[in-house]
């Protein structure tokens, strides 16, 4: 039987801010263990927890860009379960009455414009981190982790296929990063994903049973457990057996989901508001001064991209998934706004090459350019005005890269001037060859002594800057019988 797949993503996005989310310990990472801790975050009897404002500040940005309702009034609910790294014995979290509600993320798939529906956003905070020692045989528990500001982001069960689920992921981590409130860095657990998935029969309206998929670290981690869940749910359907409602973990190594437990269901968590925080009420003001800063966002810079530049939707969709790439190529279109599409392809093939081959980025920006973007503008201005070609310019580049120096100074310094490239010196001579149609012919029957003209008259054309040797090979080549 034919089946339709529907999946629909959880995402938990730890939040940039300096603090925790409840007490004033740092969020630094890579401290030794239980360094950043303190009474609130690890759960010490007769402590109390203060909301930490930038939190929501963060929250309200993601909403917004994310076309979510606000509440006004929203409630903090204790999730409670045992676990050795959640030394509370609960989770401070958002329940009945999340902070945002109604939202979507637009999608760009394949040249197919589509949203992807938002359940809801909500804060929480995080666990700590159990870490078992194989050497000692010990279990031990690093809360450094413990109160770090999350936001849970709900999709609806609006995705259909994992490459769109893989789509979803990749825009919402965009408006995350665009946002500054989440590096997104997958690898590292800045940004995490859990999947739901089901499947029917083609056509059918009706939901099958869903299976929660955790340790999804990566796009292609999220993709592959997809496609490979729907394979196992639909062949476990065509043999007449049934989907049973469990969480499952992907296994990278092996490719595979196996099963971790029986689903959750809410109830198990015994949620009820939280006595020790008040209900958290956002004004208008507040909400209008957090959209009046909002930045402009992944999709709005693509559109303008392809309205301003004239370039096409890949190149806007390349150059914006990413806020410091889109940066980079606005200011190198500034230094040479005669032809951004040039500069799009200089961008893409050039300098995100050696950004990914040399692993020059973090998660959230490059942490060193291949080259200043001036220096890419001033490049592809060269080339523009017939100064190099576009293979010297490779050539140009790569010393960029490596002494930093302006790419006028290398040309200058190197004699790279388009005199010694083949491609424009060819063209000079075609010239020269045209406009003296009788000493060509005189040349093709036999006066070899005419050479020294044409030399003559292509080296005059091209300011006497032509490389001699290059001159006359490429001459004699055009000049002989066969080239006629
Ligand atoms: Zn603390």
Redesign the pocket.
């Known amino acids: 039987m034919e089946y339709e797949a529907v999946i629909g993503l959880e995402v938990h996005a730890q939040l940039l801010t300096e603090s925790?989310i409840f007490?004033?310990?740092s969020t630094k990472f890579g401290m030794a263990a239980n360094h950043?801790?303190?009474p609130?975050?690890t759960g010490l009897p007769g402590v109390l927890p203060v909301l930490n404002r930038r939190v929501v500040d963060f929250a309200l940005r993601a909403a917004l860009a994310t076309h979510c309702q606000i509440a006004p009034v929203s409630r903090w609910a204790r999730k409670n379960y045992f676990y050795p790294d959640l030394p509370k014995g609960y989770q401070i979290s958002m329940y009945e009455l999340p902070i945002a509600q109604h939202g979507y993320v637009a999608l760009d798939l394949n040249g197919h414009s589509n949203r992807v529906g938002l359940t809801r956003i909500h804060m929480e905070e995080d666990a700590g981190k159990n870490i078992h020692d194989a050497q000692s045989d010990a279990s031990l528990v690093d809360l450094n982790r413990a109160?770090v500001p999350l936001l849970e982001i709900v999709s609806e069960p609006d995705m259909r296929t994992p490459e769109e689920a893989g789509a979803y992921l990749r825009s919402l981590r965009a408006i995350l990063q665009y946002l500054e409130v989440c590096d997104g860095n997958m690898e590292e657990g800045s940004l995490r994903c859990d999947a739901n998935v089901s499947v029917r029969p083609s056509g059918s309206s009706t939901l099958g049973t869903k299976v929660e998929i955790k340790n999804l670290n990566s796009f292609r981690a999220v993709e592959k457990a997809l496609q490979y869940e729907i394979q196992r749910q639909s062949e476990l359907l065509d043999a007449g057996g049934r989907v049973v409602q469990e969480t499952r973990l992907w296994d990278a190594d092996r490719e595979v989901t196996r099963s971790m437990r029986s689903k959750e269901l809410a109830h198990d968590y015994r949620y009820f508001p939280d006595p020790d925080l008040l209900p958290l009420t956002v004004t208008q003001d507040w909400i209008d001064s957090v959209r009046a800063a909002l930045p402009e966002l992944p999709a709005e810079r693509r559109a303008r991209f392809v309205h301003d530049y004239r370039l096409p939707a890949y190149d806007a969709e390349v150059l914006t998934t990413r806020k410091d790439v889109a940066e980079y190529y606005e200011a190198a279109v500034r230094a040479y706004p005669a032809d951004p599409k040039t500069l799009s392809n200089w961008v893409m093939e050039s300098v995100l090459r050696v950004i990914k081959d040399e692993q020059l980025d973090t998660g959230l920006k490059v942490t060193k350019w291949p080259c200043p973007p001036e220096h890419l503008g001033a490049l592809v201005r060269l080339i523009g005005e017939g100064k190099i070609s576009g293979k010297i310019a490779k050539t140009v580049f790569d010393e960029m890269r490596r002494s930093g120096k302006t790419p006028e100074t290398i040309v200058a310094e190197q004699g790279l001037t388009q005199v010694r490239d083949e491609g424009a010196l060819a063209a000079q001579i075609d010239q020269v060859l045209a406009a003296n149609p009788e000493k060509v012919a005189e040349y093709r029957a036999g006066r070899d002594k005419l050479l020294q003209f044409f030399v003559g008259q292509a080296m005059k054309a091209t300011q006497g800057k032509a490389n001699p040797q290059m001159l006359n090979e490429l001459l004699k080549k055009k000049l002989s019988v066969d080239n006629q």
Do not use: A, I, R
């Open positions: 925790k007490c004033g310990c950043n801790t303190c609130v975050c109160g």
